[in-house]
């Protein structure tokens, strides 16, 4: 939610894809002026929704929103289940479905540091329902086709990372603490090109390095693609 509001303008307008029981779509309902909830099936949705949350039925690929009306699309888990063509297709009416500005905020597993479905049982590559994971230099070449003009990266200081920083510089109850606390809410916006480099080191070797804690946290997708 504090992610979403740092991009969301005061009273926008927010779409999310695959919005499942709607948790995250209520709790930004307070902060937005519209909320759109895509998915592919009403039964799917809760009935006991917000006045200003309505539900837009897709058939996968659409985004059932007027051209140039959404200030922040956001997906998370969702991109590596659609068939390729499919997810190229979504990316295009993605980028017609935001404003001039409007930023889709995308979280979708690496394909450097998995397969993230069942398939990492018995295969290198995502062959159960991921249909297809991808890396920061694939996804930037997609979104650019699609008709983005800027693909970034946005990472979070929080969890564990952010408890043993405070901790090592004068514990959590310490100014230094309190503040690290309050930029744990917040994501810095990064080049991707330090990402997509470090994405090469690792297709050196990725069934090991990839497999690393390390890798797998500064690879795990955090984009942020601006219209």
């Not at 948790?23 to 009403?42: D, G, P």
């Not at 309190?178 to 069934?207: I, M, Y």
């Amino acid at each position: 939610m504090e992610l979403i509001r740092q991009f969301l303008p005061p009273g926008g307008s927010y779409v999310e894809l695959g919005a499942g029981d709607c948790a995250t779509a209520r709790r930004v309902a307070a902060h937005a002026a519209r909320v759109t909830a895509v998915e592919v099936s009403e039964e799917i949705v809760p009935a006991d929704l917000p006045e200003s949350v309505h539900v837009a039925i897709s058939d996968g690929v659409s985004v059932p929103v007027p051209a140039a009306s959404a200030d922040i699309v956001y997906s998370n888990q969702l991109m590596e289940h659609l068939h390729p063509d499919d997810a190229f297709e979504q990316l295009r009416n993605v980028a017609a479905a935001l404003k001039p500005g409007g930023r889709y905020l995308v979280i979708t597993p690496n394909r450097l540091s998995g397969p993230h479905d069942i398939s990492q049982a018995f295969d290198p590559v995502a062959r159960g329902f991921h249909l297809k994971e991808y890396t920061y230099r694939e996804l930037a070449a997609l979104f650019s086709q699609a008709g983005f003009r800027r693909v970034r990266v946005f990472q979070r200081l929080h969890g564990r990372t952010l408890t043993r920083l405070a901790g090592a510089l004068g514990g959590p109850s310490s100014r230094v603490g309190r503040v690290l606390e309050r930029l744990g809410g917040r994501a810095l916006v990064l080049p991707v090109a330090p990402f997509v480099a470090l994405e090469r080191v690792v297709s050196l070797a990725p069934g090991r390095l990839g497999r690393i804690s390390a890798f797998q946290r500064a690879l795990g997708i955090s984009a942020i693609a601006e219209r």
